[in-house]
């Protein structure tokens, strides 16, 4: 079945625009030590505090990070990247004949002022973010966009 392709998840999509390389465990051994290692971490982090005999919550915090988490900062800095642009729901919709782009029974125009717009007929990516906003790509870029309001019928 050469030339099939597995749909990805949104969390494998993300993992690939942020670069991100995932090592599988790839024995139940190495499941075991990972698990395992874990545990233990998080086995120390309830009983240290406690054997230091720390009273309050924000001392514990304190502590937490002062005696028994790693000092050092493993993160690796993300430049030119829009977190809220890769870890948002993405949705493929097809432009209509009039550039309008519908999504959630709503209706959004692709406005004439951008440089590169896609055709009628033509994919395009809606992305809607957790705060809820709503953006429109096609080609790795953010459209220009207007929200079209239908006039309300007067039935009566």
């Known amino acids: 079945m050469a030339g099939i392709t597995k749909p990805k998840s949104r969390f494998w999509k993300a993992r690939g625009e942020l ?3 995932v090592i599988p465990a790839n024995s139940p051994q190495a499941k075991g030590r990972v698990e395992r290692n874990h545990g233990v971490d998080q086995d120390r982090l309830v009983k240290e505090p406690r054997l230091a005999g ?3 919550i924000a001392e514990a915090n304190r502590f937490l990070r002062e005696v028994c988490l790693p000092k050092d900062d493993a993160h690796v800095p993300l430049f030119g ?3 809220a642009d890769i870890l948002c729901f993405g949705y ?3 432009v209509s004949n009039d550039y309008i782009v ?3 029974n709503r209706l959004f125009q692709i406005l004439k002022e951008n440089r590169n717009r896609p055709q009628p007929a033509k994919q395009v990516t809606v992305r809607k973010k957790l705060y809820g906003t709503i953006s429109i790509h096609w080609n790795g ?4 966009i207007k929200e079209v309001r239908l006039p309300e019928s007067n039935a009566a």
């Open 19 to 21: 670069g991100i390389e």
């Open 54 to 56: 720390i009273p309050t």
């Open 81 to 83: 990247v829009d977190l």
């Open 92 to 94: 493929e919709r097809t």
């Open 102 to 104: 519908r999504f959630e």
């Open 141 to 144: 870029k953010a459209l220009k």
